[in-house]
């Protein structure tokens, strides 16, 4: 009960002990012969000796902190040692790559190990947990999280980070990176867009007529539940019978393989949540505001425009910001119908065992849907300011 009673901040503390327990179970990298074989792990203790300790004096710092109480000072340290922690642990990996690595022309590869993806995830969840108990607004905890992950683009820019494995991978497919990054933008966007101009109506529509709600709402949901490969799969027949009936159309890029129905499946998925929330929006419009509008003399078009729509968008929003995420993970499948996209450079990473290629693929993708996912929260936020 007494130490209980000393520990001020158990969330941090739990994260501390498994980090402890990844540095002493976990590799923080690998070495291998070349890119095909497996390496060998090396724990912390192998790679690290002489001034390198200083790269860890954030260990004992943060578990003092868990036992101070949890201020104003006390919560900022905690963020700030999370972020050194996790600055040094990268100079750390960094610094013994570029040892381990040798020449330029070596085919010795050095890869991440799962000691460095979990550490570095625990002391970025520490980071975060310090700044949600000191702030509620999303313009702080935006920035603070832009600054704790800073050292990811100095280190990368500045080159240290070269002779990881990794970056050996995007070195030799920049140019296909390049590509594939531009398709599964142009996938989210098209998606975005056709989701919009068809889930908004649907649900305005499904808002004003109950009898059409119900079979509308069984029809998306029949369409959620078929498994992303095999609606892929079905539409690859009717859309090749299209193309070979109107050749035309296949001039226009609709053939049973590609982007075609790819963005179509995609806006499949989409239309549930797109259209839950429209109505979902609508509805939690408060009637004594309808009835203002009506007193006033605006007609039912003028209060969907002027009222409902503009009160229901942050709920609006909200769908939009599950389909954009939902959708730049379900992109990476679209690559085994010739979609493109990052899926590419994952299905050809598992193909090869090759996992750095795996995670040259994966690692933009889980980027991309945590910026969108941030962004539209941050968008969501500031309208609800606003009405404030």
Same mark, same amino acid.
């Given at each position: 009960?007494?130490?209980?009673?000393?520990?001020?901040?158990?969330?941090?503390?739990?994260?501390?002990?498994?980090?402890?327990?990844?540095?002493?179970?976990?590799?923080?990298?690998?070495?291998?012969?070349?890119?095909?074989?497996?390496?060998?792990?090396?724990?912390?203790?192998?790679?690290?000796?002489?001034?390198?300790?200083?790269?860890?004096?954030?260990?004992?710092?943060?578990?003092?902190?868990?036992?101070?109480?949890?201020?104003?000072?006390?919560?900022? @340290?905690?963020?700030?040692?999370?972020?050194?922690?996790?600055?040094?642990?990268?100079?750390?990996? =960094?610094?013994?790559?570029?040892?381990?690595?040798?020449?330029?022309?070596?085919?010795?590869?050095?890869?991440?190990?799962?000691?460095?993806? $979990?550490?570095?995830?625990?002391? @970025?969840?520490?980071?975060?947990?310090?700044?949600?108990?000191?702030?509620?607004?999303?313009?702080?905890?935006?920035?603070?999280?832009?600054?704790?992950?800073?050292?990811?683009?100095?280190?990368?820019?500045?080159? #240290?980070?070269?002779?990881?494995?990794?970056?050996?991978?995007?070195?030799?497919?920049?140019?296909? $990176?390049?590509?594939?990054?531009?398709?599964?933008?142009?996938?989210? $966007?098209?998606?975005?867009?056709?989701?919009?101009?068809?889930?908004?109506?649907?649900?305005?529509?499904?808002?004003?007529?109950?009898?059409?709600?119900?079979?509308?709402?069984?029809? @998306?949901?029949?369409?959620?539940?078929?498994?992303?490969?095999?609606?892929?799969?079905?539409?690859?027949?009717?859309?090749?019978?299209?193309?070979?009936?109107?050749?035309?159309?296949?001039?226009?890029?609709?053939?049973?393989?590609?982007?075609?129905?790819?963005?179509?499946?995609?806006?499949?998925?989409?239309?549930?949540?797109?259209?839950?929330?429209?109505?979902?929006?609508?509805? !939690?419009?408060?009637?004594?505001?309808?009835?203002?509008?009506?007193?006033?003399?605006?007609? +039912?078009?003028?209060?969907?425009?002027?009222?409902?729509?503009?009160?229901?968008?942050?709920?609006?929003?909200?769908?939009?910001?599950?389909?954009?995420? +939902?959708?730049?993970?379900? #992109?990476?499948?679209? =690559?085994?119908?010739?979609?493109?996209?990052?899926? =590419?450079?994952?299905? !050809?990473?598992?193909?090869?065992?090759? @996992?750095?290629?795996?995670?040259?693929?994966?690692?933009?993708?889980?980027?991309?849907?945590?910026?969108?996912?941030?962004?539209?929260?941050?968008?969501?936020?500031?309208?609800?300011?606003?009405? !404030?």
């Amino acid at each position: 009960m007494g130490n209980s009673v000393l520990v001020k901040n158990r969330v941090v503390l739990t994260l501390w002990l498994l980090m402890m327990l990844a540095l002493w179970q976990m590799p923080l990298l690998t070495q291998a012969a070349n890119r095909l074989v497996s390496g060998t792990g090396m724990p912390l203790r192998d790679i690290i000796h002489g001034f390198a300790w200083i790269l860890i004096l954030p260990f004992p710092v943060l578990l003092i902190l868990c036992f101070c109480p949890q201020n104003r000072l006390a919560l900022w @340290l905690i963020y700030l040692v999370s972020g050194a922690l996790f600055a040094g642990l990268l100079l750390l990996i =960094a610094w013994q790559a570029h040892l381990l690595a040798g020449d330029e022309d070596s085919l010795v590869r050095v890869s991440l190990g799962g000691g460095f993806w $979990f550490i570095g995830a625990l002391s @970025l969840l520490s980071g975060a947990d310090a700044v949600s108990r000191l702030t509620q607004s999303s313009g702080i905890r935006i920035l603070a999280a832009l600054l704790i992950l800073a050292p990811i683009p100095i280190l990368l820019l500045s080159g #240290a980070l070269d002779t990881l494995s990794l970056m050996k991978e995007y070195a030799n497919r920049d140019d296909v $990176f390049n590509q594939a990054l531009g398709q599964h933008l142009t996938l989210l $966007f098209s998606t975005l867009a056709a989701a919009v101009l068809i889930g908004v109506p649907l649900g305005i529509v499904a808002a004003r007529c109950e009898k059409l709600r119900k079979p509308m709402f069984s029809v @998306l949901n029949i369409i959620q539940t078929i498994p992303s490969i095999a609606l892929f799969g079905l539409l690859i027949a009717p859309l090749a019978g299209l193309a070979q009936a109107w050749p035309w159309l296949g001039t226009l890029g609709i053939s049973g393989i590609g982007v075609a129905p790819a963005l179509i499946a995609l806006v499949l998925y989409a239309l549930l949540p797109l259209v839950r929330s429209v109505v979902a929006g609508i509805e !939690q419009v408060p009637q004594p505001v309808i009835e203002a509008a009506r007193g006033v003399g605006m007609t +039912q078009s003028q209060i969907l425009r002027k009222v409902e729509l503009p009160l229901a968008l942050p709920v609006v929003l909200g769908g939009v910001r599950i389909v954009a995420v +939902q959708t730049v993970g379900m #992109a990476v499948i679209a =690559a085994l119908i010739g979609a493109g996209g990052f899926g =590419a450079i994952v299905f !050809q990473g598992l193909l090869s065992s090759a @996992l750095d290629l795996v995670l040259l693929g994966v690692i933009p993708v889980v980027v991309m849907a945590v910026t969108v996912d941030t962004l539209f929260k941050f968008l969501v936020s500031r309208i609800e300011a606003t009405r !404030q």
